[in-house]
C-alpha cells in the first residue's frame, strides 16, 4: 500500500486567554479547544522518486514546502528514518483559510498521522505531538483533537470532558484577519478581562451547555481593528438573536461560531447569515476522531 485518504478535522476554541509573552518573543496561551465536524479530505501518497507536492482545490494555496502540509511530511519521513522517501498531498480543503478554525495545522496533523499509518513506523501520539510541535503551535493538538485545555505555546495538552452535544453553526464572513497585527495590538493594550477557565472547565464537568456558552471568552476580540470588530460582534449579536447560547470569534478569527441546542433554530440562524458570509457551515462537536479506513 502506498497511498492513504485521511480526514483533517476542524477546531473551535471555546476560551481563548493569552497570558503573557515570553523573552523569545512566543506568547503564553490558556485555551480550551474543541475538535468540529468540518473536515478537509486528504490523499496522502508515497513517491517513487523521493519528491515532495501537493495539490489542492484552492488555486491560492501553495503545492511547495510552503504548504504546512508538504513540510509535514518530509519532517515525518526524515525522522522515521526514511530520508529517501517522497510523498504527494491532495487536499481537497472544506475548512475556510484564515478563519481560527486551525485548517492548515490539521492538515500537517493528518500528514503526520497518515504517513505513520502508511510507512508502518509505528510512533506514538507523544512522538507526533513532538513532531507537531515543529510546525507550528495548534498541530500538537490537531493530532488527536477532542476537548483539551492547551497552555503554554499550545502545545501542553490536559483532556477534558467533552462538550455537551449541540449543534454548531460556523460563520466566516468575507474577509481575513492578521494574527501578527493581533498579538502586535494585544501586546501595545493588554486585555483587562480573561475567561473564566476554570467555570468553563467545571460547566464541562457538570455537563453544562448553557454555563459553558455564557463563559465563552476570546481575549483577541478586544485587540480587533475598528471595522472587523464591529462587524465581528454583529455576528455574535445575530447568533445570539436567533437562539445561539453563546457565541464568539475562534481563534484569531475571522471565523465566529454559536452554540445551539435547536437544530432548527441554527438552520434558521444559517438561513439569515448565509447572504453575508463567505462560507457557513452547520456541524457537531466531535471528542474523538472517527476511525479512518485501513
Not at 501542553?156 to 453553526?169: A, F, G, K, V
Not at 463563559?215 to 449579536?237: G, Q, T, W
Request: proline share 7%; glycine share 8%; with cysteine.
Amino acid at each position: 500500500m502506498n497511498q492513504i485518504q485521511v480526514r483533517a478535522w476542524a477546531k473551535l476554541n471555546l476560551s481563548l486567554d493569552v497570558t503573557g509573552r515570553r523573552d523569545d518573543g512566543y506568547h503564553e496561551m490558556r485555551m480550551i479547544m474543541q475538535s468540529a465536524s468540518l473536515c478537509d479530505q486528504l490523499t496522502v501518497t508515497l513517491t517513487e522518486d523521493g519528491s515532495f507536492s501537493a495539490s489542492t482545490n484552492r488555486r491560492y494555496l501553495p503545492n511547495d514546502d510552503k504548504n504546512i502540509a508538504v513540510r509535514a511530511a518530509r519532517l515525518f519521513l526524515t525522522a522515521a528514518g526514511l530520508p529517501d522517501a517522497g510523498a504527494h498531498i491532495a487536499i481537497r480543503k472544506r475548512i475556510p483559510v484564515c478563519a481560527g478554525l486551525g485548517g492548515g495545522s490539521a492538515d500537517a496533523a493528518a500528514v503526520l498521522r497518515a504517513l505513520n499509518r502508511l510507512t508502518g513506523a509505528g510512533m506514538t501520539s507523544d512522538e507526533l505531538r513532538a513532531l507537531a510541535l515543529q510546525l507550528g503551535a495548534d498541530v500538537p493538538y490537531c493530532v488527536e483533537g477532542g476537548t483539551v485545555l492547551a497552555t503554554g505555546l499550545g502545545e501542553q495538552l490536559s483532556p477534558l470532558p467533552p462538550l455537551p452535544d449541540c449543534h454548531i453553526l460556523i460563520c466566516k464572513p468575507p474577509f481575513p484577519i492578521s494574527t501578527p497585527v493581533l498579538f502586535r495590538r494585544l501586546d501595545a493594550a493588554p486585555p483587562r478581562h480573561h475567561p473564566d477557565t476554570a467555570g468553563l472547565i467545571a460547566a464541562l464537568k457538570a455537563g453544562d451547555l448553557s454555563g459553558l456558552s455564557r463563559r465563552m471568552f476570546n481575549v483577541f476580540e478586544f485587540a480587533l481593528p475598528d471595522r472587523p470588530r464591529s462587524e465581528i460582534r454583529a455576528l455574535c449579536s445575530e447568533l445570539l438573536d436567533h437562539g445561539a447560547l453563546g457565541a464568539m470569534m475562534t481563534g484569531t478569527g475571522s471565523a465566529v461560531f454559536g452554540l445551539f441546542r435547536s437544530q432548527d433554530k441554527a438552520k434558521q440562524a444559517r438561513a439569515v447569515l448565509a447572504s453575508r458570509c463567505e462560507a457557513c457551515f452547520l456541524v457537531r462537536p466531535l471528542q474523538h476522531y472517527p476511525e479512518e479506513p485501513v
